[in-house]
């Protein structure tokens, strides 16, 4: 009965686990176009297909409202997240997108979105292949239609126009366990804001902890420690995706960014992504950079509070700066932006700077997930060089 859709589909399945004699890389060989099925799978009959065009205001409102009351929540059902329409057309509108790829479903009478799937494309390494994969998110489905089997439908639609464009691998996260993760993350919390976050049942008061207690123990500098570290720039891009690159090389799973990509993904935009360079004074040159994204989450019941503000770790890359005075750089900016927490994955070298910085673990787990690519062992989170929004 256990995962009845994914043990049809082709990746790495529980059984196969540790069965060495099984190739890695993958798992179907990729099919002439011509025998990909041409027309949309059938939704069951009161519903219909729809691509949204994230531009448009109007439907990137629809998506937003969607996902604002119907995506994915934390363990205890106290918080939802709340992407902002500036961030999902950030996150839906890389170079070289494909809007095919975002996809929506409607109440064929009242034209209500009910559910949405998105797929990007990405060139990403595995090891010492670079593959084109697309980056699967925002599966959501209305709390109304859960267990009407939609989301298989639309993984198996998404998946589908994916082929259409010859790309046969994919990945994506989830917080569920699935036939079978590639690396299974722990998420840590950086608290910024404690007063707010034990108000909203974010945090806990620890046994001996009192209020005056925790906020003296998680208090931050007003300014930050690095001589030359400022706000990335479109003139730093090749000195970014330079440096990127080669710090991504050491990772057994990582994209692949050129610098069209690094300007997409890296340029600070207000409310979506942050970053800021380190210049060093004599040189000139850039050698470090950090970048965390807004992702706010809408606290569920509360009376003092809607919003819970949080930034999460992206990027970042030392190679003159050690990356605990970078990321204790970070969170001195995120609280001057007044940020109530840092999320960050044990993902890259993450773990150095976790517990020294007075990261508290989450309760939870980030699977990652490979499709249609079968690794031969499971990665280590250090091992990985992936951060999904
Ligand atoms: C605090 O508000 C929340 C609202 C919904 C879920 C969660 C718990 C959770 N599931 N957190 C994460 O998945 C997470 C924790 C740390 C860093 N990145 C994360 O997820 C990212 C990457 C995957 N897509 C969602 C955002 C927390």
């Known amino acids: 009965k256990q995962h009845k859709f994914w043990e049809t589909q082709p990746v790495g399945q529980f059984k196969d686990v540790g069965n060495s004699s099984l190739p890695e890389g993958p798992i179907e060989l990729p099919k002439p176009l011509s025998e990909v099925k041409q027309e949309p799978y059938n939704l069951p009959n009161l519903y219909e297909w729809t691509v949204c065009d994230m531009e ?39 170079p070289g997108y494909f809007q095919s790829w975002h996809i929506g479903v409607r109440v064929k009478s009242s034209k209500k979105l009910v559910a949405f799937i998105t797929g990007i494309s990405v060139k990403m390494r595995v090891r010492d292949e670079v593959v084109k994969m697309a980056e699967v998110n925002f599966l959501c489905v209305h709390k109304k239609l859960r267990s009407k089997r939609l989301a ?89 995706t330079r440096l990127l690159k080669n710090y991504l090389s050491q990772f057994i799973v990582a994209p692949d960014f050129d610098d069209i990509e690094v300007e997409h993904w890296l340029l600070p935009q207000e409310n979506v992504v942050d970053s800021y360079v380190v210049e060093s004074e004599d040189t000139r040159e850039i050698t470090d950079f950090i970048s965390f994204y807004t992702l706010p989450s809408s606290i569920l019941n509360n009376q003092n509070h809607s919003i819970l503000k949080a930034a999460y770790s992206f990027y970042n890359v030392s190679t003159r700066i050690p990356l605990l005075q970078l990321m204790n750089d970070a969170l001195i900016i995120a609280k001057q932006k007044d940020f109530d927490v840092f999320n960050a994955l044990d993902v890259m070298e993450n773990e150095c700077f976790l517990k020294e910085l007075k990261f508290g673990q989450g309760d939870g787990q980030l699977y990652y997930y490979l499709y249609n690519y079968r690794l031969s062992n499971a990665l280590k989170p250090s091992e990985l060089g992936l951060v999904l929004l």
Request: net charge positive; with cysteine.
């Open 152 to 240: 298989p439908v639309m993984i198996k639609e998404v998946t589908r126009r994916i082929h259409l464009e010859n790309i046969w691998q994919a990945a994506y996260t989830a917080g569920v366990l699935l036939p079978t993760p590639v690396t299974t993350c722990q998420y840590w919390h950086r608290t910024l804001n404690p007063k707010k976050l034990i108000d909203v049942g974010f945090s806990r008061l620890g046994d001996r902890m009192t209020m005056s207690r925790a906020i003296k123990l998680y208090k931050l500098p007003n300014s930050t420690s690095t001589p030359g570290l400022r706000k990335m720039e479109l003139r730093d891009v090749p000195a970014v």
């Open 56 to 94: 448009s205001d109007e439907i990137c409102n629809e998506v937003y409202v969607l996902l604002t009351n119907n995506y994915v929540e934390d363990d205890d059902n106290l918080f939802r997240f709340n992407y902002s329409k500036e961030f999902l057309r950030w996150a839906l509108h890389p």
